[in-house]
């Protein structure tokens, strides 16, 4: 293989060497990870779409590959998998504009010391103002991902859940665990769908593990 080659599929046999480097904490992550996946008030399906969602927000090609295989066992269809997708496409540009609050708080020096507060999400219809073909054309793109299709509107906002706490956003946290309730979902679905997240970025942390190998070995 190239050294300029990064990632290539091949790359993510190495995980095992972690096993022999570390082996408690590999074991032990190895252990959580499948309690996360496993089937139980969620099925394996729905964890394993939540899985893919969560990937395409940590970024890891190896956890990419390995989810989407892995619900095309669970009998996803190419459609389903592309709306789990669009989903955590809709919550990452969601969580970049609900933060912006925080920014119009900033510019308007507000002298805030709660940098968050529910209330300061109110502010968001400002940017309809502010950059109206935008902000209408996000929240028209918003709306469609998360429209019930061959993912209903539980599963979605389930979704939904994983992601934004890849992503960080107290206000998409809040939306969409409240959302999750409305669509019927228990509490023990939403916290099955938070650790599917917690487990996928473990995970990706682990995954690019293998990049580190190599780069170690280089010198």
């Known amino acids: 293989m190239s050294q300029d080659v990064l990632y290539q599929q091949s790359n ?9 480097l570390a082996p408690d904490a590999f074991r032990a992550f190895v252990n959580f990870d499948k309690k996360a996946l496993a089937a139980g008030e969620l099925s394996a399906k729905v964890k394993e779409l939540i899985a893919v969602a969560v990937a395409h927000t940590t970024g890891c090609p190896y956890c990419i590959d390995l989810h989407v295989k892995n619900v095309k066992k669970q009998e996803a269809s190419k459609e389903e998998v592309a709306e789990a997708i669009m989903v955590a496409t809709a919550l990452k540009a969601g969580s970049a504009i609900a933060h912006g609050v925080n920014a ?8 805030q010391e709660e940098l968050y507060r529910k209330a300061y999400f109110d502010r968001l219809k400002e940017f309809s103002d502010l950059n109206g073909d935008a902000f209408k054309a996000f929240v028209n793109f918003d709306q469609q991902s998360m429209k019930p299709g061959l993912i ?17 956003c107290p206000y998409c946290i809040d939306i969409h665990t409240k959302g999750a309730k409305k669509q019927g979902a228990a509490k023990e679905e939403v916290a099955e769908a938070i650790f599917v997240a917690t487990a996928l ?14 780069a170690y070995d280089d010198e």
């Not at 119009?104 to 002298?111: A, I, K, M, Q, W």
């Not at 970025?201 to 190599?214: D, I």
């Open 12 to 20: 993510i046999n190495r995980l095992g060497e972690f096993e022999q």
């Open 201 to 214: 970025k473990a995970g990706s942390a682990m995954a690019h593990g293998v990049n580190a190998l190599h």
């Open 152 to 168: 209903g509107a539980k599963e979605k906002e389930l979704i939904a859940v994983a992601v934004a706490h890849t992503t960080g």
């Open 104 to 111: 119009l708080n900033t510019y308007d020096e507000n002298g």
